[in-house]
């Protein structure tokens, strides 16, 4: 089994609808993070959380909300979906070890918007 | 302002042959260097890694060069196979009392001819 899952794996969607997508890991890290990629601009930090209680805003949080709901599952919630939100979303998860903080990603979830 | 940047999209390179993968960042800061490897429908998996306090690290097939007064890294593959094409990205973060977050390049498509 895999240890970082995502749900739905692709998503059509229309434009003005409410979708979560979700996240779930079995490494038992505490650290979990929201990506998007886009063609030629890589993969973007959106949200992060380093532990339960602690949420944090990446560099393209606008239109973008997070729920941690327990340490093992991290969900991202685009309010109200706008057509340039279709992008590839990755999930991934690290533990830090004093130094270092290499991170795990899930296989992604396509959305489109519509 | 992208801070880490791979200015080569494509690279075509002979099974058998060495491949050579580029990164330059920007922020002197960045202390800490990873190169992740994404196939097609699949999330990026972790490589290989390397401390600012270094300036080479091996693994395998797998090394990774760092020119800290260039501001640049690099990834050779020898010798190259074919399992090897997929879209490399390199990553940097810095050091911030475990406050780490990852800056991605674009990426680079690495194809290997038979």
């Known amino acids: 089994d895999a240890d970082v899952t995502q749900t739905p794996r692709n998503r059509i969607t229309k434009t003005g609808k409410r979708i979560m997508l979700e996240c779930s890991q079995t490494?038992?890290?505490?650290?979990m993070y929201w990506y998007r990629q886009d063609p030629g601009l890589g993969l973007r930090l959106i949200y992060y959380?380093?532990?339960?209680?602690?949420?944090n805003k990446g560099e393209i949080s606008d239109g973008y909300s997070v729920s941690r709901q327990a340490q093992a599952k991290f969900s991202l919630s685009l309010e109200s979906a706008i057509p340039n939100q279709t992008a590839l979303y990755f999930c991934?998860?690290?533990?830090?070890?004093?130094?270092?903080?290499?991170?795990?990603f899930g296989p992604g979830t396509r959305l489109t918007v519509l | 302002d992208q801070q880490v940047k791979q200015n080569s999209p494509s690279l075509s390179v002979q099974e058998g042959r060495i491949s050579i993968l580029n990164c330059d960042y920007t922020?002197?800061?960045?202390?800490?260097f990873l190169w992740y490897k994404k196939y097609p429908a699949e999330g990026p998996t972790f490589l290989i890694s390397i401390s600012s306090i270094k300036d080479k690290n091996e693994d395998g097939r797998f090394t990774v060069f760092l020119n800290k007064s260039a501001k640049h890294l690099s990834l050779h593959i020898v010798p190259s196979q074919p399992g090897d094409s997929a879209v490399y990205f390199c990553a940097a973060s810095l050091s911030n009392f475990g406050n780490e977050k990852l800056t991605f390049g674009t990426g680079t498509r690495l194809t290997i001819i038979p």
């Open positions: 991934a998860t690290s533990v830090w070890e004093g130094s270092t903080d290499t991170q795990y």
């Open positions: 490494k038992g890290h505490d650290r």
């Open positions: 922020n002197s800061m960045f202390d800490y």
């Open positions: 959380s380093f532990d339960v209680k602690d949420i």
